[in-house]
């Protein structure tokens, strides 16, 4: 599975929208994007997941980029709530072994 | 109604023991896994059964044995425990059946090794 790289930190002002950023330059063609949050000494809880399109739903968007190389998260209005550390993992959906690959996530902080 | 549920969800016990954590979902989905968070965070995966049948052992000690009675449950038997054992055990459930594999995982048990 594709490595994943992301900043190790962001802020977002509560009501605005948090975009997190992730580079995935060696994805291969069949390795979806996921994106998973892990909320303070909780499980990690999914997020979404694309392919090539851009994706929508009750949590969040998810943009990738046509290169497929890069993709961003969109939070459209962060609340305290969704402080938490978010992983983009870039994984292959049908692969038989469903090994996620966590690396450091990006540390969201909404503030006040 | 809990979707992934793991007991105890804090263990505390000395060197040398031997614990059992258990892991449950009501989901239907029939893969399980055990991932590991280290006090450093770093989320790693240990096991993952389909259908009762192991399909992921990452390098673990062979201390650590899971065990699937059936596709609803995986449970985390650990001998001779060590200080180093200390960590959060997180177990999750997907469905291969499903296109989208995303996996939901369980609250979490804190073992301390004393």
């Known amino acids: 599975d594709a490595k994943t790289t992301q900043p190790p930190s962001m802020d977002c002002a509560e009501g605005r929208a948090a975009n997190l950023p992730c580079n995935h330059s060696?994805?291969?063609?069949?390795?979806?994007v996921y994106w998973y949050r892990q909320i303070h000494s909780q499980g990690p809880q999914y997020i979404i997941h694309?392919?090539?399109n851009n994706e929508t739903n009750e949590m969040a968007s998810l943009i990738i980029t046509e290169d497929r190389k890069s993709s961003t998260l969109i939070l459209p209005h962060a609340t305290l709530r969704d402080t938490a550390v978010y992983y983009c993992?870039?994984?292959?959906?049908?692969?038989?072994?469903?090994?996620?690959?966590f690396g450091q996530g990006t540390t969201l902080q909404v503030k006040p | 109604d809990t979707a992934v549920s793991q007991t105890p969800k804090y263990l505390v016990t000395q060197m040398g023991n031997d614990k059992s954590i258990k892991c449950e979902q009501n989901?239907?989905?029939?893969?399980m896994y055990w991932y590991k968070q280290d006090s450093k965070k770093f989320l790693k995966i240990m096991f993952s059964?389909?259908?009762?049948?192991?399909?992921i052992n990452e390098t673990v000690p062979n201390r650590f044995s899971p065990k699937s009675p059936d596709k609803a449950h995986l449970n985390l038997h650990i001998n001779s425990l060590e200080l180093g054992d200390s960590a959060v055990y997180f177990c999750?459930?997907?469905?291969?059946?499903?296109?989208?594999?995303?996996?939901?995982f369980g609250p979490g048990t804190r073992l301390t090794v004393t």
């Open positions: 060696t994805i291969s063609g069949n390795e979806y």
């Open positions: 993992i870039a994984y292959h959906g049908s692969s038989n072994t469903g090994k996620l690959i």
């Open positions: 999750a459930s997907s469905s291969r059946r499903k296109l989208s594999y995303e996996q939901y």
């Open positions: 989901l239907g989905h029939d893969t």
């Open positions: 059964y389909n259908n009762k049948e192991l399909i």
């Open positions: 694309g392919l090539k």
